[in-house]
Nanobody, 124 residues
Framework: QMQLLESGGGSVQAGGSLRLSCAAS????????LSWFRQAPGKGREGVARLYLGGGSPYYADSVEGRFTVYADTAMNTLFLQMTSLEPEDAAVYYC?????????????????WGQGTQVNVSS
């Protein structure tokens, strides 16, 4: 059973940076996709970025393209989200999610594994 553990959230001022981590356990190979979602109060869950751990290019939502970078340490089964030029609109609970084999789309129902979430606050 795959388990995900996020870390790295916190509070920053607008224009600042944070790096989130998502460590996956209970995996025996790299045939899975890790994605970052976020949910702000009163809003739906939004897919932010995803990466297939078996290789390939990352995908970013338009809202974060050019500001966020997702990359992995496959030996550690860990996904990172480097967030720069943070804006108050980026404030949310950030979740890491995983699905086997396929790395396409941000339909949360397609992701059976979720972390507990980590809070990101951005003050103006």
């Amino acid at each position: 059973q795959m388990q995900l553990l996020e870390s790295g959230g916190g509070s920053v001022q607008a224009g600042g940076s944070l790096r989130l981590s998502c460590a996956a356990s209970g995996v025996a190979n790299s045939d899975y996709c890790l994605s970052w979602f976020r949910q702000a109060p009163g809003k739906g869950r939004e897919g932010v970025a995803r990466l297939y751990l078996g290789g390939g290019s990352p995908y970013y939502a338009d809202s974060v393209e050019g500001r966020f970078t997702v990359y992995a340490d496959t030996a550690m089964n860990t996904l990172f989200l480097q967030m720069t030029s943070l804006e108050p609109e980026d404030a949310a609970v950030y979740y890491c999610a995983a699905r086997w084999h396929i790395c396409a789309g941000f339909d949360s129902i397609e992701y059976p594994y979720w972390g507990q979430g980590t809070q990101v606050n951005v003050s103006s």
